[in-house]
Nanobody
Framework: QVQLVESGGGLVQAGDSLTLSCAASGLTFSSYNMGWFRRAPGKGREFVAAIRLSGYNILYKDYQDSVKGRFTISRDSAKNTVYLQTNSLKPEDTAVYYC?????????????????????WGQGTQVTVSS
């Protein structure tokens, strides 16, 4: 049974920071590519960030333009956890944030921007940013 459980969301003011966590179980964490998506009220789910390892053990990261320079994705294989550090939060960042895992071993980092690249999803954690 594969489970992804997000945590760390909350209600904050503009300019604040939050660290979101996604704890994975039931899978070989080091073999999975991980991503973060978000869904604002009444809107579809959009890509936020992704992370994967290359064949040379180099960590590749990709971000949506609107969060570049503010958000950082990272992973800790020993803890089976992926993180999203969110800084300088804006009201536009208000959404439910989801983590996801992709089993595809050979995939371009750009392909991880699409929902259909992922096989498992968490339930989400709410981030609300007030003005």
């Amino acid at each position: 049974q594969v489970q992804l459980v997000e945590s760390g969301g909350g209600l904050v003011q503009a300019g604040d920071s939050l660290t979101l966590s996604c704890a994975a179980s039931g899978l070989t964490f080091s073999s999975y590519n991980m991503g973060w998506f978000r869904r604002a009220p009444g809107k579809g789910r959009e890509f936020v960030a992704a992370i994967r390892l290359s064949g040379y053990n180099i960590l590749y990261k990709d971000y949506q333009d609107s969060v570049k320079g503010r958000f950082t994705i990272s992973r800790d294989s020993a803890k089976n956890t992926v993180y999203l550090q969110t800084n300088s939060l804006k009201p536009e960042d208000t959404a439910v944030y989801y983590c996801a895992a992709s089993v595809h071993s050979f995939i371009a980092i750009q392909s991880l921007r699409t929902e259909n690249a992922y096989d498992y999803w968490g339930q989400g954690t709410q981030v609300t940013v007030s003005s």
